[in-house]
């Protein structure tokens, strides 16, 4: 396993906030986020908002992802994965930090 991308995200207000973290589509990686600061507020999460992924022929084709807001935490493993965007909504003044590993 190794290190590819550390990222943190920081909200103040009711707002999302975003990263888009280009991948290597022939690697496997896990992509790991969770809650780091709470205060104030009524609600965060930080969720996949969007993945997209290369396929044989060398397409690419982005989805976005319905994120469960009842989730604080991201771990998922992604496959032919050409980037992956992370979100944090929240209320409050909230921050998000993870991690993607490269396995």
């Known amino acids: 396993m190794q290190l590819a991308w ?3 995200l920081e909200n ?5 906030g975003t ?3 280009a991948l290597d589509p022939t690697e496997t990686y ?9 205060n104030g507020g009524f609600y ?4 996949i908002a969007e993945v997209c992924r290369q396929d044989s022929s060398g397409q690419i084709s982005c989805s976005a992802l319905n994120p469960d807001p009842t989730e604080s935490s991201i771990v998922a493993t992604l496959s032919n994965a050409v980037s992956v ?10 921050r998000a930090e993870g991690v993607i590993w490269q396995l």
């Open 6 to 8: 550390t990222y943190w």
């Open 12 to 16: 103040n207000g009711s707002t999302t």
């Open 19 to 21: 990263v888009e973290m």
């Open 30 to 38: 896990l992509v790991e986020g969770f809650l780091t600061k709470d």
């Open 44 to 47: 965060a999460h930080v969720y």
């Open 85 to 94: 965007t992370v979100a944090l909504a929240s209320s409050g003044n909230r």
